[in-house]
């Protein structure tokens, strides 16, 4: 059983800086697509950064040159650095693996396990 934990959240001034943790059990995403994803109040889950495989990465316009995805060696913890955070980054935070592909890896629905998300709230 494939289970996801993100910590690392909580509240910080616009320009400060967060660092995620995803922590995977039952698996690793050595093989798999790593997504972080998040959800606004009242807006649908977007994506923000994804590792492909631990070869590529890739990053939402919005969140590009300041968010930086990384795992451990294992595979079996992912964080994602949040730099220069803005109060439109406030939302809760998920992480999700599944065996995507390179073409679905910003779509949610491609993701088949998920954590139970993490509150980010960036005061201006």
């Known amino acids: 059983q494939v289970q996801l934990v993100e910590s690392g959240g909580g509240l910080v001034q616009a320009g400060g800086s967060l660092r995620l943790s995803c922590k995977v059990s039952g698996s690793t995403f050595r093989n798999s697509g790593l997504g972080w994803f998040r959800q606004a109040a009242g807006s649908e889950r977007e994506f923000v950064a994804a590792?492909?495989?631990?070869?590529?990465?890739y990053y939402a316009d919005s969140v590009k040159g300041r968010f930086t995805i990384s795992s451990d060696n294992s595979k079996t913890t992912a964080y994602l650095q949040m730099d220069t955070l803005k109060p439109e980054d406030t939302a809760v935070y998920y992480c999700a693996v599944g065996r995507v592909i390179l073409s679905s890896i910003r779509n949610p629905n491609a993701y088949n396990h998920w954590g139970q998300g993490t509150q980010v709230t960036v005061s201006a």
């Open positions: 590792d492909f495989r631990g070869t590529q990465q």
